[in-house]
């Protein structure tokens, strides 16, 4: 298990983090529902700040990134979510960085930057189906006294194979998530190499 020394933050380092994670939380805000999704679920690309600063500077550095993110979130646009959002976007999206940036950082190729973010796609995907399976969908319609039956209503809207919590899951979040994941690993790929000396300096 990679772990960040208390000599690796360093100045140059900490600021690296800050701008980061002031991005990614912007990045967080351009957000915008998808086609075959309900309207709860917005798609972003804020995860890839946290992937460039994992590959960089350690797998730790990404799940720092993704903190920062998620408390700007909370204190600058609020929660609508009692938090739980956040912290569920937190957890996997630490997961995604920190598995992609653990398997980078063990050889740098290639090769291991491809593996790292198929293995860090596949780990968010599975990790946020659950949650929004057992807790998050749940936590909504107790806490907002919204009925199951309205909120697989609004994914039957827009997806026809939507019926149940569970054919929501399997049809809107797990591909919803496999296409963010994919999406925001080819842009790691195009860029990384070309702001990897900024990254380093």
């Known amino acids: ?6 000599e690796q933050l360093t100045t140059k380092t900490l600021v690296k983090i800050s701008v980061l994670g002031v991005i990614s939380f912007i990045l967080m805000l351009m957000d ?3 086609w075959f999704s309900p309207p709860f679920l917005k798609f972003d690309i804020s995860d890839l700040p946290s992937l460039l600063g994992a590959f960089a500077m350690g797998p730790m550095v ?3 990134i993704q903190f920062v993110k998620n408390m700007l979130k909370i204190i600058v646009a609020g929660t609508n979510t009692a938090g739980v959002g956040e912290l569920a976007n937190f957890i ?11 398997i980078y950082f063990k050889e740098k190729t290639f090769k291991n930057a491809v593996i790292g973010l198929i293995v860090g796609t596949l780990s ?3 990790i946020i189906s659950i949650l929004n399976y057992y807790v998050m969908i749940p936590f909504y319609s ?3 006294g919204l009925p199951l039956d309205k909120i697989i209503a609004m994914g039957s809207a827009v997806n026809r194979y939507v019926v149940d919590l569970k054919s929501m ?3 809107a979040v797990v591909p919803f998530n496999l296409l963010k994941g994919t999406v925001v690993s080819l842009i790691t790929i195009l ?3 070309r702001l990897s000396p900024i990254l380093h300096r």
């Open 191 to 193: 860029i990384y190499k």
């Open 142 to 144: 107790k806490a907002y």
């Open 92 to 102: 996997v999206g630490s997961i995604f960085a920190y598995s992609a940036g653990l």
């Open 1 to 6: 298990m990679y772990t960040l020394r208390k």
């Open 32 to 34: 915008f529902p998808l």
């Open 62 to 64: 990404g799940v720092i």
């Open 124 to 126: 968010m995907t599975i």
């Open 169 to 171: 899951i399997i049809y």
